[in-house]
């Protein structure tokens, strides 16, 4: 079971995925796709972290 710092720590990410997603999307709409493909390629790091430490508390489980 996760506590709730881990909990909230996951929320937290989350929500910076959801920032940079938007800055993404905005970098796209001034035309600087090397940047956005660089914030894209750290997003999906990002969620791979998040996908392990959620597989692994599930595995726990």
Known sequence: ???DSEKWQIKDC???L???LQGATELVEMD?????GVVLMDVAGQIQRVKLK????????
Not at 32 to 36: I, N, P, R, S, W
Not at 54 to 61: D, G
């Open 18 to 20: 959801i920032e940079k």
């Open 54 to 61: 959620l597989s692994t508390n599930q595995e726990e489980n």
């Open 32 to 36: 600087d796709l090397a940047l956005a």
């Open 1 to 3: 079971m996760m506590t």
């Open 14 to 16: 989350l929500y910076d």
